[in-house]
């Protein structure tokens, strides 16, 4: 079975562009959450959906975006970029969201650079 | 203050060394506790979870503090294909879907 697979894999834009990835959860997952992880740090969380709708938000400007699909694949948006949001955008899938934790699986990344 | 702090080593050891990991975490009501396994340039993949009454698999052992708030990760018999950066990961009541990283903690294991 394919895991959790996003694209496109590298991305370079520079400052003030817009970018959108994308993500396709594993078969059956219905939540998506999206991290953002730059050079020398632990991933830090971007949103979550579940069933097409955003069920948490990190601590991240209006210029990040996301929504889920109807077949729960998602995409993340992010506008007016900066030097800074050059990082490894990471998603995730999980079965659920509610009650006790269920493990989310990591897709390969989107390696964006801004120039 | 970071929610979750690591030591960002690098810790560097020779093969069949037992090397040990911690990890401290601020918020006192985070409920669930794992290790992430993160290789270079690849995605974070979940190594084990951890509990009060600490857990074993293999070469590796969790432990978890509540009243210190500090959980560990020991690697017995380090095999060079431990060579990876070690994610300490805390999730909060009521936010299951939010896992909250710490930096991570790169081991190098030496031949």
């Known amino acids: 079975d394919a895991g959790v697979t996003q694209s496109p894999t590298h991305l370079i834009k520079t400052r003030g562009q817009h970018v959108t990835l994308r993500c396709s959860p594993i078969?059956?997952?219905?939540?998506v959450s999206w991290y953002q992880q730059v050079l020398g740090q632990g991933p830090q969380f971007i949103f979550q959906?579940?069933?097409?709708?955003?069920?948490g938000r990190g601590n991240f400007p209006d210029r990040f975006s996301a929504r889920q699909f109807p077949n729960y694949s998602s995409e993340l948006n992010v506008n007016a970029l900066l030097l800074g949001d050059s990082a490894l955008y990471l998603c995730?899938?999980?079965?659920?969201?509610?009650?006790?934790?269920?493990?989310?699986?990591f897709g390969p990344g989107t390696r964006l650079t801004v120039l | 203050r970071k929610e979750v702090e690591q030591d960002p080593g690098p810790f560097n050891v020779p093969e069949g060394a037992t090397v040990a990991f911690n990890c401290t975490y601020s918020?006192?009501?985070?409920?669930?506790f794992f290790w992430y396994r993160q290789d270079c340039r690849k995605e974070p993949k979940l190594l084990m979870s951890?509990?009060?009454s600490g857990n074993e698999d293999g070469r590796f052992t969790a432990q978890l503090n509540r009243a210190s708030q500090y959980i560990s990760l020991l690697i017995r018999d380090s095999k060079l294909s431990d060579s990876a950066t070690y994610l300490c990961?805390?999730?909060?009541?009521?936010?299951?879907?939010?896992?909250?990283f710490g930096q991570g903690t790169t081991l190098q294991v030496k031949p």
């Open positions: 995730a899938s999980s079965f659920s969201r509610a009650g006790s934790y269920n493990e989310q699986f």
């Open positions: 078969s059956g997952h219905k939540s």
């Open positions: 959906y579940y069933e097409k709708e955003e069920r």
């Open positions: 918020n006192s009501a985070s409920q669930s």
């Open positions: 951890v509990y009060s």
């Open positions: 990961v805390v999730i909060r009541p009521g936010n299951t879907g939010k896992l909250i």
